[in-house]
């Protein structure tokens, strides 16, 4: 298992922008696709983005394509979700999650691995 850490949330303004961190350990984390998922209270955890292992596939929920950007550091085993103008309904917990595979899926119950989530509100 790779264990991981979410960082960088926060309160925003609608229209403004803020950018996730996720740190991984314990594990070589050049093999393993990673995904970012959130959470709105009362509804159930929702797929946001997926990066394949080696970083040259990326793939977007409908409702984040052209705002949101996945992107990974291999060398620094970090994952990061760069958010642009954010709207009140991106309001979630944000979980950053590990496949060991070579791609991720929009399958919740393909990762093996999640970090603890970090809480994005936008205020409108």
């Known amino acids: 298992q790779v264990q991981l850490v979410e960082s960088g949330g926060g309160l925003v303004q609608s229209g403004g922008s803020l950018r996730l961190s996720c740190a991984a350990s314990g594990r070589p984390f050049s093999s393993y696709a990673m995904g970012w998922f959130r959470q709105a209270p009362g509804k159930e955890r929702d797929f946001v983005a997926h990066i394949s292992w080696s970083g040259g596939s990326t793939y977007y929920a409908d409702s984040v394509k052209g705002r949101f950007t996945i992107s990974r550091d291999n060398a620094k085993n970090m994952v990061y979700l760069q958010m642009n103008s954010l709207k009140p309904e991106d309001t979630a917990v944000y979980y950053c999650?590990?496949?060991?595979?070579?791609?991720?899926?929009?399958?919740?119950?393909?990762?093996?691995?999640w970090g603890q989530g970090t809480q994005v509100t936008v205020s409108s």
């Open positions: 999650a590990a496949r060991h595979f070579i791609v991720g899926t929009q399958n919740p119950a393909d990762f093996g691995s």
